[in-house]
């Protein structure tokens, strides 16, 4: 008998009479199912917002159909005059910029442009809920590393399914071979001593669009 064989006579043996026997499902576990899904998202999402702005960073919850709308106000809000973002950005995201110049960033674009606008639209490639972290690997809507460590501000979109909850899960859905940016809100250092430095080496603001489809 391989080990097989016994490792199921086992389970046999430890079944005893109720080996065989049908088990009731509810008519309705589908829809818990989906609702304890539902719940457990909804806590996550809960729990980036929470940890965004532990980071002192900005979060709105915005539909799908909101997003170019909300994005546009976010950057009237910041009186921006012209921003930079991926050559490979969606257009729909900036379909409502209106009096903001949005600049396609390439291999070209120096550090003294970058400096000069007034923010980055990107996306990202995962969030983190335990830690308020956005990762980027400059795939799409991303670009180069660059490009989020050098605007003042960077507006980052985020769409729900892209949040997870813990560094483990976010890990597992990068390539370690990429480029990864991990980002904890606004640049800060303590090295200076007390008080805590925004913004001495990257972006002093990270405003983030949690896009829930």
Do not use: N
């Not at 729900?160 to 990429?178: F, H, I, L, N, W």
């Amino acid at each position: 008998m391989g080990e097989r064989e016994k490792i199921l006579g086992r389970v046999r043996d430890a079944l005893g009479d109720a080996r065989g026997t049908e088990v009731e499902v509810p008519r309705d576990y589908r829809r818990r199912l989906t609702e304890d899904v539902a719940a457990g998202r909804a806590d996550v999402l809960a729990l980036f917002t929470e940890r965004l702005a532990d980071h002192r960073a900005t979060v709105r919850h915005v539909g799908g159909d909101e997003l170019a709308t909300t994005l546009a106000a976010a950057l009237w809000g910041r009186e921006a005059k012209e921003i930079i973002v991926p050559a490979d950005l969606p257009y729909g995201w900036l379909a409502e910029l209106d009096g903001v110049r949005a600049l396609a960033d390439s291999a070209m674009t120096d550090t003294a442009t970058l400096r000069a606008v007034d923010g980055v639209v990107t996306g990202c490639a995962v969030a983190i809920a335990q830690t308020g972290t956005i990762v980027l690997d400059g795939g799409r809507a991303q670009g180069r590393r660059a490009l989020t460590l050098v605007p003042a501000h960077h507006l980052c979109v985020v769409h729900a399914d892209q949040v997870v909850g813990t560094v483990p899960e976010a890990v597992s859905r990068v390539d370690p071979y990429r480029p990864l940016t991990w980002i904890s809100g606004p640049t800060a250092t303590g090295a200076l001593g007390p008080p805590r430095v925004t913004g001495m080496h990257g972006p002093r603001s990270l405003e983030v669009l949690v896009v829930e489809d």
